[in-house]
């Protein structure tokens, strides 16, 4: 079988040369225009736009109106989260420093907290001299 003159089996219909119509043909606006229409009409046509224009001109003033508050606020709430991190920030540092005195006076305390049997405690005694004291009367 040669397959260099075979036809091929086309795999789809061929497309056509040029695009196909719309199938949704343009809507024709027919717009019949009455030779009636008095001036009275008109105006009347007028007012109801321009009531409807100063209904929505009052709603974006207010709008714009509760925009700015919005904005007031905002700059408040971030004058204030801005306080309230200088304020956690200096509560944090000063925790550090407690954290790290106390480290310090519980480290004190057990070097100098000796618990010794049968030697009592006296009265304005420090660790030296009653270690002195012990040191000389076990000797």
């Not at 119509?21 to 030779?35: G, I, T």
């Not at 008095?38 to 009347?44: G, M, Q, T």
């Amino acid at each position: 079988m040669d397959l260099d003159n075979a036809n091929p089996l086309p795999l789809c219909p061929p497309l056509p040369d040029s695009p196909l119509a719309s199938p949704n043909p343009k809507k024709v606006c027919s717009v019949s225009l009455e030779e009636n229409v008095s001036n009275a009409d008109i105006l009347n046509a007028i007012k109801e736009l321009s009531s409807k224009f100063s209904s929505l001109e009052a709603k974006i003033n207010k709008n714009s109106a509760d925009i700015g508050t919005i904005k007031d606020n905002i700059g408040e709430m971030d004058h204030s989260m801005k306080a309230t991190f200088v304020a956690v920030n200096a509560v944090n540092q000063r925790i550090s420093k407690l954290e790290s005195k106390t480290e310090d006076a519980e480290r004190y305390s057990r070097r100098w907290t000796l618990k010794l049997l049968n030697l009592p405690e006296g009265v304005n005694e420090t660790a030296e001299t009653q270690g002195k004291k012990f040191l000389t009367s076990s000797a």
